[in-house]
């Protein structure tokens, strides 16, 4: 199915951020926030989503990064919302458990129409280089209030910051991918019930 692409703007008193996302693309990312590690956490999402993913994210990184990354959050959960559109056909549910040397993350998603996270992460350290990662948080809060979808993450086990959270990302993106993946057996059909989400 062609068009399932979304482009989404964000501008306001702290950030300017452009998002497009492709559902059907082929992995790309170019993201540029002014963050690297952020940046090398949402290639991980484009690559294991299978979704061609650009951001570009001016923020006001001299306060400190938190404007800039629930921005980011906020602005891909609307460019994907929108890419799914009536939500016709997808699989709805996806999961992924993906393992980093030591690092064990599970994350579950559902495109309910209800937002809610639960994030069970305990990190082994409060900063990756100068990135604080209690943001993570905050991004995912951001995608799934305007993604409008429940999401589970859980970091089952891990010694290293950096691993648990690279996991984490890469789960994201390959339960992602599953969920909005196409069903042929169910190409017209909103996978609900109450036939809407």
Do not use: C, W
Not at 48 to 65: K, W
Not at 81 to 87: E, L, N, S, T
Request: glycine content about 8%; aromatic content about 6%; cysteine-free.
């Amino acid at each position: 199915m062609a068009g399932r692409t979304a482009s989404v703007d964000r501008n306001t008193l702290e950030t300017l951020i452009k998002v497009k996302v492709d559902l059907d693309g082929a992995g790309e990312g170019k993201i540029q926030t002014g963050l690297s590690f952020l940046d090398h956490m949402l290639d991980q999402v484009a690559r294991h989503g299978l979704m061609d993913i650009e951001i570009e994210a001016a923020g006001d990184l001299h306060v400190d990064a938190h404007h800039t990354v629930e921005d980011i959050g906020i602005t891909l959960g609307q460019a994907v919302d929108q890419a799914v559109a009536d939500k016709k056909g997808i699989r709805r549910y996806g999961h992924a458990y993906v393992p980093l040397d030591e690092a064990l993350a599970r994350v579950v998603i559902d495109f309910s129409g209800r937002p809610s996270l639960v994030y069970a992460v305990d990190l082994a350290r409060t900063h990756v280089g100068e990135f604080e990662v209690d943001l993570i948080e905050e991004f995912m809060q951001g995608f799934v209030n305007h993604a409008r979808v429940t999401l589970h993450i859980d970091s089952l086990r891990g010694r290293n910051a950096h691993h648990q959270i690279e996991s984490v990302f890469k789960a994201f993106g390959r339960a992602l991918r599953m969920a909005v993946e196409l069903d042929p057996r169910s190409a017209n059909v909103t996978p609900s019930t109450k036939g809407t989400l």
